[in-house]
């Protein structure tokens, strides 16, 4: 079974740059596994952040960038703010379903 | 504005059924397709299945045996079934709106936390 891989956590200053991965257990990401990101805060629901690996959830601001990074997804936040240090998911569509990563705790310090 | 509600019992006996469901407001059910996606306690999401508006479904494989995904659009709800249930099924269980164009979920509910124990 692949398993849909990322980082189990990252840290990043305030106004900083950080880009999360998602990637596969066996091969390779591309936009036909139509990559999405959510963020999730303690005790929140996740909020849409990105799908079709590069377009921006209505509302989400444009320090959040999504791209193909060779052979994984990826989720740029470009000048990290305290507010951003929450827990990211990937999701790709495999299958006609869906499967999330594990999850990324990134940390603003 | 399409706003999402989930709801059931918090507490559910081992080996007996989860039912919960997911009142959308704002919008008419019949026009889009619904995902349930779980987290249990201390760890990541997990998708459950989706009903799409034509009726059909899709389910995770590791759950497929379990679940049922239903639609009553006379009350706009769409309902989550989860048969023989264990601890291991203890989570918060949201509802999200799907979309087929880029697969991915926009819409969420806030949750509703199902503790399975005698």
């Known amino acids: 079974q692949t398993v849909v891989t990322q980082e189990p956590s990252f840290s990043v200053s305030p106004g900083g740059t950080v880009t999360l991965t998602c990637g596969l257990s066996s091969g390779s990401v591309s936009s036909s596994y139509y990559p999405s990101w959510y963020q999730q805060t303690p005790g929140q629901a996740p909020r849409t952040l990105i799908y079709?690996?590069?377009t921006r959830s209505s509302g989400v601001p444009g320090r959040f960038s999504g791209s193909i990074l060779g052979n994984k997804a990826a989720l740029t936040i470009t000048g990290a703010l305290a507010d951003d240090g929450s827990d990211y998911y990937c999701?790709?569509?495999?299958?006609?379903?869906?499967?999330f990563g594990g999850g990324t705790k990134l940390t603003v310090l | 504005q399409v706003q999402l509600q989930e709801s059931g019992p918090g507490l559910v006996k081992p080996s007996e059924t989860l039912s919960l469901t997911c009142t959308v407001s704002?919008?008419?059910?019949?026009?889009?397709?619904w995902s349930w996606i779980r987290q249990s306690p201390g760890k990541g999401l997990e998708w459950i299945g989706n009903i799409y508006y034509s009726g059909s479904t899709k389910y995770n494989p590791a759950l497929k045996s379990r679940v049922i995904i239903s639609v009553d659009t006379s009350k706009n709800q769409c309902s989550l079934k989860v048969n023989s249930v264990s601890p291991a099924d203890t989570a918060v269980y949201y509802c999200s709106r799907w979309f087929d164009y880029y697969y991915h979920m926009d819409v969420w509910g806030k949750g509703t936390t199902v503790t399975v124990s005698s």
């Open positions: 999701v790709l569509y495999m299958g006609g379903g869906m499967v």
């Open positions: 704002g919008g008419s059910i019949s026009r889009y397709h």
């Open positions: 079709n690996t590069n």
